[in-house]
């Protein structure tokens, strides 16, 4: 990835965060002005209505459209899988990483379901991040290029951008940066994430702890949070948040590792996340209660934790729907049904 | 539609609920022993892979598959729409009936959405049942004869089944229902509708405390109940619910009226509705009560109270996505993945 991205400092990341447009409000209003015309009791598609007026506000557009989705999955490796902290040895994601591009995963198979275009993003797999109870995981320069190549995934004519990742111990790093960024016990944001459990989860629940306990002194921020204890995947998640939002492009959250890598952002500016939406409330417990420090309620709550945008991916077939509502419904006027009573 | 159906009684109704066929616990565990062999670490797709097996177990083949879903609509008038119990005049139910035809409704954008076939069952709406504060709703006869009409929603072909209605008033209907057949006061069964408030939520709380003490003393089973409280489309969506068991095509149910319709037959036997999921918790605040009574968690929570099928058609496309994972996902040996260590 290094030969064909220009260098690149987490300071200039830092300049564009603190430089995100805001909503379209008057696109906002004109949603919320048809939805009130449409044949339905006022606010009788809950979500959906919120969904409607979210998309316009951030598409910045009357009426907002969803035509050419997009899910984006990054794919990195942690040095911290070699402690133990996975139940999958730390091949399986470049082998994931082929099924990916063979068809074979669960992401494939929604991408289809709701037609979204699926890119998968592989990052220097063969070179694992540092050992981060040793190191930070990453240098700034990293840092910074793996957030310039998340970039890359909002090109031109994407309308909707589904965000998620594949890297075996990445929930090692999502525990790390919520506990970084939001304080309390690691064991508080640690959780089974593939499947570990006993002296493997209590591993994890001490690699955690050791990873923030070394970097507490030398950070400043959720940047510096997301070099020493983060990961290239997470880092590319933020960085394709921040180009969607400068594109106008609406962003899918995924689970616990990619609402990790978004809450660098919160920490850095609770609105720089506005534009974002938590796909599903995922298994791993952490996610739970990440999602309450965010104050994003989940779409969808179905039990998912797999990662590789599988819940996101999933959450793009309820906004297509919400849209296709808004857009396609009659007004009380055209269908001439008569208005509530007072 | 009376003279194009055979005349029924309830007694024989009754005689075709005790002899519902079971699932095929075979096809449930090909589901099951598939579902452990794809790429994900067991589990990780949560309550889709439950919809697969469930999908499996009561089409009575694997894989299961949706390729001809079919959503119905059932509109029925109600006799106490004249005692103020609804936000919106009874016209509305026919106004809306052509709204459906003329494709303006949001289940019309809906369905347009998860490739579903929209059929709408309009049901003697020139001729509301009676108004049950003072008799029951329906003869036996005549609620037999709604229980079958609802039947024929079950066509050879269709592979799910998404039931939801229309009818101003009828949430007053599925209130009485509820509590008749679970008890409780009848204002911890009513909620808004529509947009209820004040003193139109207090006649509406009172219209249904009457109901039922009216009927109490007459009624001997959950079918007299629908007969006495309920109403033809809801009566309808009972009938759909025993043809679609017997034809072995799974149910979804939408909100509040199309779950307290269901409930009569959970009442006569719980093991009716296993053949059914319901589709969402609605904002009706007696929906998430009745769905703790019949022990089903719903699979969307996205605050709709609209009915009209709205939530179950939604719902399809979470079915659809669990299907194509199950069908389309690699086998960890056919991706050459390493599985789960120790």
Redesign the interface.
Known sequence: MAEETPRATLDEMRALVADLPGPDLEAGSMAATREAQ???????????EELTQWMASWQGKHPPSVVHPRTAVFAGNHGVAALGVS???A??TA??V??FI?????V???C???DADLRVYEMALEQPTADFTRAPAMSDEDCALAIAYGMMAVEPGIDLLALGEMGIANTTAAAALCCALFGGNAAHWVGPG??VAGAALERKTAVVEEAVARHRGAVRDGFDWLRCVGGRELAAIVGAIIAARRARVPVVLDGYAATAAAAVLFALDPRALDHCLVAHRS?EPGHARLLDRLGKPP????????GEA?GAT?AI??I??AL??H????TFA????????T
Chains 1, 2 share one sequence.
């Open positions: 449409l044949t339905k009791p006022p606010g009788a598609l809950g979500r959906l139940a999958y040895p091949a399986v082998q994931m082929q099924n063979a068809g074979g995963a669960a494939n198979q929604l289809k379901a709701v593939t499947g298994a779409l969808l709550d179905l039990g998912m934790r797999l599988s999933l077939s309820i297509k729907a296709a509502c857009t396609g419904m009659a055209e269908a001439g049904v008569s208005g509530k009573e």
